[in-house]
């Protein structure tokens, strides 16, 4: 029912916003998703696989059109306090590629939120939200990730059309 009612809400964005002017080109993502691999479902966190193949059934639910022009997904690893793992960050972009594919879905993939705020989650020992990373830390961990989803590029799995640096201050 969640996701139906989301889907609802995403249509009718999709289909008043396009229609003034100025904003026909504009573009509607889905999902948001993370935890791609999470059975855990307490707190309302749905496993993102899960969570977009329902986005998919509500879809055809509603009359089988595919109405949104992009898969949102927040790519975070397994581990919160786990170093970067370029292989963990490509799994997760052919696996989301797939569940499009098998949809009819060729539409773009976003990452749309990647970055940690006042966490050093790189050093040797986990992190308390009281850590803060150094600018030069964030600018590596910034770097990797863009260079890593240009080079997935020629991968036949696909990467992220768009990334998105999330920061809070």
Known sequence: PLCSLYLRMAWVVDTIVK??????????????MHGL???????????????????????????????WDAVSVHPYHSSPWAPFRPAEFEDA?????????????????????????KLCWWDSSP????????????ADYCCEMFTTTEAMKGLPGGSFDRDYWWLLR
């Open 19 to 32: 229609r003034h002017d100025n904003h026909h080109d504009d573009k509607v993502a889905i999902g948001s």
């Open 37 to 67: 691999y999470s059975d855990n479902e307490n707190g309302g966190v749905v496993s993102g696989r899960k969570w977009l193949n329902t986005c998919y059934s509500a879809a055809e639910a509603m009359g089988g059109r595919i109405f």
């Open 93 to 117: 972009a052919e696996t989301l590629r797939a569940i499009m594919r098998a949809h009819g879905d060729y539409g773009e993939l976003w990452n749309t939120e990647f970055g940690m705020p």
């Open 127 to 138: 992190p308390s939200w009281d850590t803060v990373t150094t600018e030069a830390q964030s």
